[in-house]
């Protein structure tokens, strides 16, 4: 099993891009990158999936370097609604027992 | 479009008694999960199912039993309910890829007293 390991907790400002690394030495040839946002009181969301270079959505941009290593979530333009928990997982998208989520790094976006 | 749906919201139990946790989903996912998730901890995978008829156990299956009769449904079985299983519940589903990842419900939040 691939396990990843992110910061925490992480602190920003309004307006302000950031970047949530995860680490993920162990990841397999068939591995894809998934990363979930997650609000209290409610389940998390999907947010972008990539299995490597750089992929990007409307909400954020996944660089994943040649070796696939780690990987890096980038929110650009942050504000306070974007204070949640984020969630790198790991896994090969056709063997559902083997995705496992971590604790997740904390992001607290202040005014 | 509901998305995955779960039932009830809250619930409070007395050790010892057992519930049923609905979870049902209108997307035609093959694949749906129960997870559950402590205070200030990530979520951990209790059972899963690939299709129906077919399940298997996750990290934490003890305790609890699953079944899955139809596409749609996945029901978790609380049996004789401890104070461990105090936790918030959640229910998701995906397609066979997974290109959209998983779609969660909104949660059971569950104390046993």
């Known amino acids: 099993l691939a396990k990843t390991t992110q910061p925490i907790s992480m602190d920003s400002y309004e307006g302000q891009e950031v970047n949530i690394t995860c680490s993920h030495n162990n990841i397999a040839t068939n591995d894809y990158i998934t990363w979930y946002q997650q609000f209290p009181s409610q389940g998390p969301r999907f947010i972008i999936q990539g299995y490597k270079t750089k992929v990007t959505n409307e909400v954020a941009s996944l660089f994943i370097p040649a070796d696939r290593k780690s990987s890096t979530l980038s929110l650009p333009r942050v504000s306070l609604s974007d204070t949640a928990v984020y969630y790198c997982l790991v896994g090969d998208k056709g063997s559902a027992s083997k995705i496992i989520f971590g604790s997740g790094t904390r992001l607290s976006i202040r005014p | 479009n509901a998305g995955v749906t779960q039932t009830p919201k809250f619930r409070i139990l007395k050790i010892g008694q057992s519930m049923t946790l609905q979870c049902a989903q209108d997307m035609n996912h093959n694949y749906m999960y129960w997870y559950r998730q402590d205070p200030g901890m990530g979520l951990k995978l209790i059972y899963y199912?690939?299709?129906?008829?077919?399940?298997d156990k996750g990290e934490v299956p003890n305790g609890y039993n699953v079944s899955r009769s139809t596409t749609e449904d996945f029901p978790l079985r609380l049996e004789l309910a401890a104070p461990s299983q105090t936790s918030v519940y959640f229910c998701?589903?995906?397609?066979?890829?997974?290109?959209?990842?998983?779609?969660f419900g909104s949660g059971t939040r569950l104390t046993v007293v």
């Open positions: 199912s690939v299709g129906a008829g077919i399940t």
């Open positions: 998701a589903s995906s397609d066979y890829d997974r290109v959209t990842g998983y779609t």
